[in-house]
T-cell receptor, first 114, second 113 residues
Framework: KNQVEQSPQSLIILEGKNCTLQ??????????LRWYKQDTGRGPVSLTI?????NTKSNGRYTATLDADTKQSSLHITASQLSDSASYIC?????????????FGSGTRLQVQP | DVKVTQSSRYLVKRTGEKVFLECVQD?????MFWYRQDPGLGLRLIYF???????EKGDIPEGYSVSREKKERFSLILESASTNQTSMYLC????????????FGSGTRLTVV
């Protein structure tokens, strides 16, 4: 069964600090991995997408890494801001399963405090 | 930018009512999806559609139906709302091809009382 596990479940950090969120997956055959940011009461918004051959991808202060061998990804947030407070969801897509390819993690809830 | 618009942000309905959740996308995407999101469970696929009038059940279709009469619109129907259908409902769309991203609507928070 395809699964995506995220850790930690929740995290509180001080403004300006860095943090790293983890995602482990068992989706096969792997196609790509996305990180989404979801503000409270809103829909998820894509941050990064990574395919099998990509090890790292950045989007401003967000940097995602992917280790396809160990089936792990991380999302590193640099110099956190209050607006980074949100849930971060790891989503893995499987190949050749057409339209219902996505497996979602339960998310990490990040709270940035002043 | 692709836009996925859900007609309501918040809805309160009574048990037994028939409920319609509407979703419209403006990028001519073939694929549209309905998910529900509950704390600790992540997003779970209810139904998806890959073309007009075409639909397939997701992981939790019980108690729901869908309609896709036009390419841009995908409706989720709760035939007889129950309290366990209180949830956040998210619509998404995606173009064809593996690397196309999913675009989500802002969500509808449904409360069934």
């Amino acid at each position: 069964k395809n699964q995506v596990e995220q850790s930690p479940q929740s995290l509180i950090i001080l403004e300006g600090k860095n943090c790293t969120l983890q995602c482990n997956y068992t989706v096969s055959p792997f196609s790509n991995l996305r990180w989404y940011k979801q503000d409270t009461g809103r829909g998820p918004v894509s941050l990064t997408i990574m395919t099998f051959s990509e090890n790292t991808k950045s989007n401003g202060r967000y940097t995602a890494t992917l280790d396809a061998d160990t089936k792990q990804s991380s999302l590193h947030i640099t110099a956190s801001q209050l607006s980074d407070s949100a849930s971060y969801i790891c989503v893995v897509s499987a190949k050749d399963t057409g339209r219902r390819a996505l497996t979602f993690g339960s998310g990490t809830r990040l709270q940035v405090q002043p | 930018d692709v836009k996925v618009t859900q007609s309501s942000r918040y809805l309160v309905k009574r048990t037994g009512e028939k409920v319609f959740l509407e979703c419209v996308q403006d990028m001519d995407h073939e694929n549209m999806f309905w998910y529900r999101q509950d704390p600790g469970l992540g997003l779970r696929l209810i139904y998806f559609s890959y073309d007009v009038k075409m639909k397939e059940k997701g992981d939790i279709p019980e108690g729901y139906s869908v309609s896709r009469e036009k390419k841009e619109r995908f409706s989720l129907i709760l035939e007889s709302a129950s309290t366990n259908q209180t949830s956040m409902y998210l619509c998404a769309s995606r173009g064809s091809g593996q690397t196309y991203g999913y675009t989500f609507g802002s969500g509808t928070r449904l409360t069934v009382v």
